[in-house]
């Protein structure tokens, strides 16, 4: 200190100044009169602060401050708190040089003499312009971030703290409609009541970071899709104390990227599977029925002298035809199991499971008969109307299976069907008229 401290007595007092001295070699400090004025300033004040003993000693200390926050360390109150004891902590700008300013947080503690009176007040400060610069700096982002980004915040049970408006306007919600909301408030209760979403939990409360694509209800149970991250932000102690979820919506992405993927499995002229879906059933219909022991059948379904038709007619009415021929077919089989798919040009396949070859035969029949009802009108074939030819291949759960059961399967459905063609068209040829496996 540039200026002597009250002295006191004894070895109490020898500590004491001896702890004050310690402090004074590491940390800004003033003493200050009971009314403000400057008594003594060490020499870290002095250079924080950029002021030389003569500008501050003997001055109200509130030269040091900004006008503004000079107020607030001149009001009766403020003293009145220190000279009961009460010690006193406030932030106050500091001009210094060029018109610059910096930031104190600055402690106040009266000091009584023996007598219990308060004798002078120290004064601590550390500059705090850094840090709040910063501390400004991500507000002004996190705010920037605000204004384009869906924000919510939950507390560590799931119920909603806070919510900002993008993320109401999303969902379609008001403040009054999620304020204390639960997480699940947001979801399908077959997506909440699910180990995996207990999961989910459990990794929030352990501090770990999520990012995924979510499916979360908007008002009136509008599915909304969000690429979200949910971000554990943690305390003092490393503790997560709540969960900062940041969103964009990507209903339209994902939508798009199914509709896309749906339209790779189908046939866009007559909105059924296309080869590429039926491919893929094949597989997994051999493989469902090699699991659960039942029968699966194929019919291959090929639309009789359609290059005709398409010479005589033209593309624009064959393209018509093969659109009425699909919707006869897919009329024909009802249940939610059976998939029927164009297999290319003229052609139709379809797959049948747990069935045995008296449904199938029924079902082909019905099929072929559906076409023929059409009643288009094709003068170049021997009823002079549009019909079909039904080839199908049955294999029985007894039947051993391979990784070419597929393709087998196919290979007897095919050769029924060009039976079907050699005995005149119009007709239907099965398992009733050749063993597949012996093909």
């Not at 020898?14 to 400090?29: F, Q």
């Not at 009766?76 to 300013?101: D, H, N, S, Y």
């Not at 919600?173 to 304020?179: A, F, I, K, M, P």
């Not at 990784?403 to 050699?422: N, Q, S």
Request: glycine share 8%.
């Amino acid at each position: 200190m540039h200026a002597s401290m009250p002295a006191g007595s004894g070895q109490k007092d020898i500590t004491g100044s001896l702890m004050l001295d310690a402090i004074s070699r590491s940390t800004p400090i003033m003493q200050l009169s009971m009314t403000g004025s400057v008594l003594a300033i060490n020499e870290r004040y002095l250079r924080m602060v950029r002021k030389r003993e003569e500008q501050v000693v003997g001055q109200h200390h509130s030269v040091l401050i900004h006008p503004d926050d000079g107020v607030t360390v001149t009001s009766p109150i403020f003293w009145e708190a220190l000279k009961e004891g009460r010690p006193v902590q406030v932030e106050l700008r500091c001009p210094v040089e060029c018109g610059e300013e910096m930031l104190l947080r600055v402690q106040y503690a009266a000091v009584f003499d023996p007598a219990g009176d308060p004798a002078y007040v120290l004064q601590t400060a550390t500059d705090i312009t850094i840090d709040k610069r910063h501390s400004d700096n991500l507000l002004d982002m996190l705010e920037a971030i605000s204004r384009s980004t869906a924000m919510i915040e939950f507390s560590m049970d799931g119920n909603v703290l806070t919510a900002n408006s993008v993320y109401l306007q999303i969902m379609g919600y008001s403040h009054l409609d999620v304020r204390g909301r639960n997480h699940k408030f947001f979801l399908a209760q077959d997506d909440y009541l699910t180990p995996e979403y207990e999961t989910f939990w459990s990794r929030l409360r352990a501090g770990e970071f999520i990012q995924s694509e979510f499916c979360r209800l908007g008002k009136g149970g509008k599915p909304v899709w969000l690429q979200a991250s949910y971000n554990p932000i943690l305390g003092p102690d490393g503790t997560p104390t709540r969960i900062l979820k940041i969103a964009t919506e990507v209903t339209e992405a994902v939508e798009l990227r199914r509709e896309m993927a749906r339209m790779a499995f189908v046939d866009s002229l007559t909105s059924l599977g296309n080869r590429r879906k039926f491919d893929a059933e094949l597989g997994f219909g051999v493989h469902h029925c090699a699991q659960s022991g039942s029968d699966i059948a194929l019919l291959l379904i090929d639309i009789d002298h359609f290059k005709v038709f398409n010479d005589t007619y033209g593309h624009h009415e064959g393209d018509a035809c093969l659109r009425s021929v699909a919707h006869a077919i897919k009329d024909a089989f009802r249940r939610d199991t059976d998939l029927v798919m164009r297999y290319g040009g003229e052609e139709f396949a379809v797959l049948l499971t747990d069935v045995d070859g008296d449904a199938v035969s029924i079902l082909a029949e019905k099929c072929r008969s559906a076409v023929e009802g059409l009643r288009i009108e094709n003068r170049e074939s021997d009823t002079g109307i549009v019909s079909v030819s039904i080839g199908w291949a049955l294999i029985s759960s007894d039947e051993p299976r391979s990784d070419d059961t597929g393709a087998t399967l196919i290979r007897c459905a095919d050769a029924a069907l060009y039976r079907a063609k050699l005995s005149g068209r119009n007709r239907v040829c099965g398992n009733n008229d050749l063993n597949p496996l012996n093909i």
